[in-house]
Nanobody, 121 residues
Framework: QVQLVESGGGLVQPGRSLRLSCAAS????????MGWYRQAPGKGRELVAT???????NYADSVKGRFTISRDNAKNTVYLQMNSLKPEDTAVYYC???????????????WGQGSQVTVSS
């Protein structure tokens, strides 16, 4: 059984920073790409950032230069450092990853539980 547990969301003023964390636990053989998505009220889920197993990153244009995705493979954890936050960044943020639970298993897609980020003065 694999779980992704997120932490670090909350209420923050515009221009401030927050860091989200997402830790995978359970029976894990390998972790491939990890990423963050978000869903604002009344909108669909959108990609925020991804990072491959080798560390290659990709960002949505709306967050480039403000958000940084990173991972700690020893801790099976992915982070999202969010700087210069704007009200339009308000959303529920979800982490996701692709995990193999054994050497003979195929990759399965897992989602975190979601973390509310609210940017407001």
């Amino acid at each position: 059984q694999v779980q992704l547990v997120e932490s670090g969301g909350g209420l923050v003023q515009p221009g401030r920073s927050l860091r989200l964390s997402c830790a995978a636990s359970g029976t894990i053989f390998s972790i491939n790409a990890m990423g963050w998505y978000r869903q604002a009220p009344g909108k669909g889920r959108e990609l925020v950032a991804t990072i491959t197993g080798g560390g290659t990153t990709n960002y949505a244009d709306s967050v480039k230069g403000r958000f940084t995705i990173s991972r700690d493979n020893a801790k099976n954890t992915v982070y999202l450092q969010m700087n210069s936050l704007k009200p339009e960044d308000t959303a529920v943020y979800y982490c996701d990853t692709f995990i193999r639970v054994s050497g003979t298993d195929y990759e399965r897609h897992y989602w975190g539980q979601g973390s509310q980020v609210t940017v407001s003065s």
